[in-house]
């Protein structure tokens, strides 16, 4: 009888960052989404918003942003690598690049599960369309996103998505909900944190 394998050890957990872009639309708001490829490692096929994995780079070119100050003490100490992440992964995946000062409001945290094969420590960060400096700008269909449109928030839970940016979804159509534009958009009553760390998943707000 063969012994029985040791357990495999979790792979590391990556900082990362995706930022939510949502306009106001003839069906209501919608938001800006596109679909992985089919060979990607990580959630191949799955519609996601743009956004990634945090670069060294990312620690040394801070950006100038709206971020109100309670937001910026819930992301910690990372805070503005993460939003050079965010805006560069949004220009990088869409060709879109938001104005200097843009409001950007902190509104939810996951961690991967164990199993996964890549794991993250992804925060989510949500911008108006309205801020963009570049709003004309044709998407692209040939990069790592394909299939980039603006999806009505009531129709983008049909797609084949994560289950985390479901719960992610969720929690901008309850903001939106609340009014189309808001100064701080982020959850008076703390930022949701679906914390993977452990043996079991824990949820839980950040205050």
């Not at 992964?89 to 996964?116: C, D, K, N, S, V």
């Not at 801020?131 to 990069?143: K, R, S, T, V, W």
């Not at 959850?187 to 452990?198: K, Y």
């Amino acid at each position: 009888m063969s012994a029985p394998l040791p357990p495999q050890t979790p792979p590391p957990i990556r900082d990362a960052c995706s930022l939510i872009l949502w306009r106001q639309t003839t069906q209501g708001p919608a938001v800006l989404m596109g679909q992985r490829g089919a060979k990607a490692q990580f959630m191949p096929n799955k519609f996601v918003f743009p956004g990634g994995g945090l670069d060294p780079q990312d620690t040394s070119s801070p950006q100038n942003s709206g971020l109100s100050p309670r937001c910026h003490r819930r992301l910690g100490a990372l805070a503005d690598a993460l939003i050079s992440c965010g805006l560069r992964e949004l220009q990088e995946e869409t060709g879109l690049t938001l104005r200097q000062g843009a409001g950007l409001h902190f509104i939810f945290r996951a961690i991967t599960p164990r199993q996964r094969p890549r794991r993250f420590d992804a925060r989510f960060l949500m911008a108006d369309a309205r801020d963009l400096a570049n709003p004309d700008a044709p998407l692209p269909n040939d990069g790592e996103l394909r299939h980039l449109t603006w999806v009505p928030l009531h129709e983008a839970r049909a797609l084949d998505l994560p289950f985390v940016t479901e719960l992610v979804l969720a929690e901008a159509g309850a903001l939106l909900a609340a009014a189309h534009r808001l100064q701080d958009m982020a959850p008076a009553e703390g930022v949701p944190f679906f914390d993977n760390r452990g043996p079991r998943p824990v949820f839980s707000r950040i205050c």
